[in-house]
């Protein structure tokens, strides 16, 4: 999977894509991830990017013509499968949607900032328009990698243990069961029984009934909604 994607800030990108699953899916080469600066394609000698809005009001917005620019540069070079426009007022991203896009080959990201971006570019050249969730960042940076993350971690090859993907929450519409390991007995404080018993048929039935109870207790939405 390729992931391109256009940023005021690229600078932020640079901890967390370096490290941890991101980065190994990048250097096992599972994993493309290019940051490109929508500041470059200024044409303005200043090279500004942001104008006041027609009709007034408050805050900037992202001026079309470097980032028509920069997408026609990209799409010239690659065919992209989606061109996602983060923003708070798009589809809440979860895991229904992160399975979907994890299939895709080649997907552009754009992170907006100030009081958005010309709307001129979200009807003529944005596929989709993706929220991480109803509050409002600072920029769509943070929500870009967001998404990133989710997707790479789905990649066939990139989790050392190819079922953990399979086994995180949500990805059967539940809540993960509680965890633990070693030692048995801390300060009194000790694992249920249950999972030293050795007996993997009743182990296996005991997590998924402490799946479903904390999904009930935390989440009722997502047994109600049957979202995934
Ligand atoms: N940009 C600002 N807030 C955002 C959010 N909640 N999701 C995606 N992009 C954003």
């Known amino acids: 999977?390729?992931?391109?994607?256009?940023?005021?800030?690229?600078?932020?990108?640079?901890?967390?894509?370096?490290?941890?699953?991101?980065?190994?899916?990048?250097?096992?080469?599972?994993?493309?991830i290019y940051i490109h600066d929508i500041r470059t394609y200024s044409t303005n000698k200043h090279k500004r990017v942001d104008d006041a809005p027609y009709g007034g009001g408050a805050g900037m917005v992202m001026m079309i013509e470097p980032i028509v620019a920069a997408i026609?540069?990209?799409?010239?070079?690659?065919?992209?499968?989606?061109?996602?426009?983060?923003?708070p007022d798009g589809e809440v991203f979860n895991q229904n949607i992160a399975n979907r896009f994890s299939s895709f080959e080649n997907i552009l990201l754009l992170c907006g900032h100030y009081k958005g971006i010309d709307e001129r570019i979200r009807e003529n050249y944005i596929t989709h328009e993706m929220s991480v969730g109803d509050y409002v960042l600072s920029g769509g940076e943070l929500a870009a990698m967001i998404v990133t993350d989710a997707l790479i971690r789905l990649i066939?090859?990139?989790?050392?243990?190819?079922?953990?993907?399979?086994?995180d929450s949500f990805q059967d519409g539940l809540l993960s069961p509680p965890v633990y390991t070693r030692p048995f007995n801390f300060r009194g404080l000790k694992v249920p029984e249950i999972l030293l018993s050795g007996n993997e048929k009743v182990i296996v039935e005991w997590k998924h009934q402490q799946a479903i109870e904390r999904t009930q207790k935390r989440r009722p939405d997502l047994l109600e909604n049957n979202k995934y």
């Open 1 to 32: 999977m390729r992931i391109d994607i256009l940023s005021l800030f690229p600078e932020m990108f640079e901890g967390p894509f370096s490290e941890s699953i991101v980065k190994r899916a990048q250097e096992k080469g599972l994993a493309e």
């Open 72 to 87: 026609e540069d990209l799409k010239s070079k690659v065919h992209y499968d989606a061109i996602i426009f983060m923003t």
């Open 156 to 167: 066939p090859g990139v989790l050392g243990d190819e079922t953990s993907a399979l086994s």
